[in-house]
Antibody, heavy 120, light 107 residues
Framework: QVQLVQSGGGLVSPGGSLRLSCAVS????????MAWIRQAPGKGLEWVSF????????DYSDSVKGRFTISRDVANNSLFLQMNSLRVDDSAVYYC?????????????WGQGALVTVSS | EVVLTQSPGTLSLSPGERATISCRAS???????LAWYQQKPGQPPRLLFY???NRASGIPDRFSGRGSGTDFTLTISRLEPEDSAVYYC?????????FGQGTKVQI
């Protein structure tokens, strides 16, 4: 069955860095776009980034562009989000998610979430 | 940025009743590029509908989605207690992908 298992959340000081990981199984990783979505405490969902299945295109929300980098390791079936220059308002639960298709990239499978807290 | 506005913010209904949630887009969104999700407390969202009102795997047929252009609707007929959740619409035709602010359904 499809599984997305996340790791890497935690507490970091403003200006610090953190790397989130998402280990996937149960499907051919290289066939699917992947995405990161975040949710601040008590708030709604916010798209962060997606990456193409062939690792040749990525897009970011304006709020993280230039600070966050999405990447994937096909050999190890893993998705990553490198987060630099973290700010207090980056505090959220971060979810990795699989995009159902390149044409209709609805998010059909999600990781369990990783809490990132940016605080001094 | 495409703004998705959901209404109402909260719905309080009884088991067996019908819930209707609206999602209005600030500009036209072709229906293949809109999805609906359900999120229960402490859980990740769950895909309900995508594309041209395609029901996701395992979603019961009392959930239905329709709409086009700027107006979309999620309907839950015959509410059951486990339908208590927050429901979100999302568009993925324009960057940035955006979500509605959510509608809380209380049963």
């Amino acid at each position: 069955q499809v599984q997305l298992v996340q790791s890497g959340g935690g507490l970091v000081s403003p200006g610090g860095s953190l790397r989130l990981s998402c280990a996937v199984s149960g499907f051919t990783f290289s066939d699917y776009f992947m995405a990161w979505i975040r949710q601040a405490p008590g708030k709604g969902l916010e798209w962060v980034s997606f990456i193409s299945h062939e690792n040749d295109y990525a897009d970011y929300s304006d709020s993280v562009k230039g600070r966050f980098t999405i990447s994937r390791d096909v050999a190890n079936n893993s998705l990553f989000l490198q987060m630099n220059s973290l700010r207090v308002d980056d505090s959220a639960v971060y979810y990795c998610a699989r995009c159902k298709g390149a044409v209709t990239p609805a998010l059909d499978y999600w990781g369990q979430g990783a809490l990132v807290t940016v605080s001094s | 940025e495409v703004v998705l506005t959901q209404s109402p913010g909260t719905l309080s209904l009884s088991p067996g009743e019908r819930a209707t949630i609206s999602c209005r887009a600030s500009q036209s969104v072709r229906s293949p590029y809109l999805a609906w999700y359900q999120q229960k407390p402490g859980q990740p969202p769950r895909l309900l509908f995508y594309g041209d009102s395609n029901r996701a795997s395992g979603i019961p047929d009392r959930f239905s989605g329709r709409g086009s252009g700027t107006d979309f609707t999620l309907t839950i007929s015959r509410l059951e207690p486990e339908d208590s959740a927050v429901y979100y619409c999302q568009q993925y035709v324009y960057s940035p992908w955006t979500f509605g602010q959510g509608t809380k359904v209380q049963i």
